[in-house]
């Protein structure tokens, strides 16, 4: 089942691709584009075509056209500026409830000798202050990667607030924006960070599509050499139409961001209600620290997590059990643990996302079917028990 023929709400692990982005995408895809890199004019007209794109990520997303660069996806971006910022010798600090792309990356660079640190955070899923405070103390110049927004909860790190303290250290802030951007007002220069990666398919952009910001005097060390495309940090020919549409689809998710915000608002409202008429006990997670509106990430005690999931696949409601690129959907959230969940709740938790145009309509058709679901458990005598 595709994404258009269902109720989805896994808009934070991938949202389909929005037809502006397509439109835009489409003269490149089907004539095809010429090398950016070439002389001709083919060339110059597909090189014209990427730095207009380019100028239209920073003007939505902060910072000066040539601090932006095009990656294939946040996985790539993140991976670009941790390691390209630590090949100096810089020592990391990372937040305990980031993106696998950032933590695997952490743990790779600690198998090599390189000091690494996870930073602890409250129950809020917030950092905690004080030990980012004291890490830096040990660790001066050291490179933070923090999160702007959680990619399972929804929750906001005070990224702004939390940069003065790695300024005064001499460090470098490091910021994902994956589940940031699209989904709340994002500027690279109000944030201070000095790296940021982007992934374009969570606001509707085409997959295999990232940004890298780089604030100018930065220096990364690139992972791949063969090109000196993109200030050399990411060699290889320009993805043409996969630019552009990136672009388009950000423009679109920004234009209309206001006026969507106060929608998904009022859908997680509802649906947030709903659970807890159907569900006793009901936990939310990161209730009491901000959030991007579109996401609800809950814990259904006493629920077979996996066998749920799979019938409201079949009842036409897509949801997930966290982050999409977590090994193993069974596996208990590394963000709950961090958080300190119980262990009896680590196995029930779902994460809704909302998408583009989607509403408190979405969400009270969302809560008829997982009441129809909860009912067809019941009368089936299934037990919804883990333990």
């Not at 929608?263 to 009491?288: C, K, M, S, Y």
Request: net charge neutral.
């Amino acid at each position: 089942m595709n994404t258009s023929a269902a109720l989805y709400l896994d808009h934070n692990a991938s949202s389909p691709l929005r037809k502006e982005a397509l439109d835009a995408m489409r003269p490149w895809l089907e004539l095809g584009a010429a090398n950016p890199s070439s002389l001709h004019q083919g060339g110059q007209a597909a090189r014209r075509a990427i730095e207009t794109a380019r100028a239209d990520v920073a003007q939505g997303l902060g910072g000066l056209n040539e601090e932006w660069l095009f990656t294939g996806g946040a996985t790539e971006s993140c991976n670009l500026a941790i390691q390209g910022a630590c090949a100096s010798g810089r020592p990391l600090l990372v937040g305990a409830t980031e993106h696998p792309a950032v933590l695997e990356t952490a743990l790779a660079l600690r198998s090599e000798g390189r000091s690494v640190e996870f930073l602890p955070v409250k129950a809020d899923g917030t950092l905690e202050p004080d030990a980012l405070k004291n890490a830096l103390r040990l660790r001066p110049g050291a490179v933070l990667a923090l999160m702007l927004a959680n990619n399972e909860t929804g929750v906001c790190h005070p990224v702004a607030e939390l940069s003065s303290l790695v300024r005064a250290a001499k460090g470098l802030l490091f910021c994902d924006l994956a589940q940031a951007a699209g989904k709340i007002p994002v500027d690279v220069r109000r944030l201070d960070v000095d790296l940021a990666a982007v992934s374009c398919t969570k606001f509707g952009g085409p997959q295999g599509m990232g940004f890298l910001y780089v604030r100018k005097g930065v220096a990364l060390k690139p992972l791949l050499y063969g090109g000196h495309q993109e200030r050399g940090v990411r060699p290889g020919t320009e993805n043409v139409a996969g630019s552009v549409g990136a672009a388009a689809a950000l423009g679109s998710a920004l234009k209309s961001l206001k006026a969507q915000t106060r929608d998904w608002e009022a859908a997680v409202t509802v649906l947030q209600n709903g659970l807890g008429l159907l569900f006793p006990g009901l936990q939310i997670h990161g209730e009491q620290a901000p959030r991007v509106p579109n996401t609800l990430c809950v814990s259904l005690p006493g629920l077979d997590r996996d066998l749920f999931l799979m019938r409201l696949d079949q009842l036409g409601l897509q949801a997930s059990a966290g982050s999409a690129c977590a090994s193993g959907a069974s596996q208990p959230s590394t963000v709950l643990t961090a958080m300190g969940v119980a262990e009896g709740l680590l196995k029930t938790s779902i994460r809704f996302s909302f998408g583009p145009s989607q509403n408190e309509d979405t969400a009270a058709e969302a809560c008829l079917k997982i009441a129809q679901a909860l009912e067809g458990f019941q009368k089936a005598g299934l037990k919804l028990s883990l333990s």
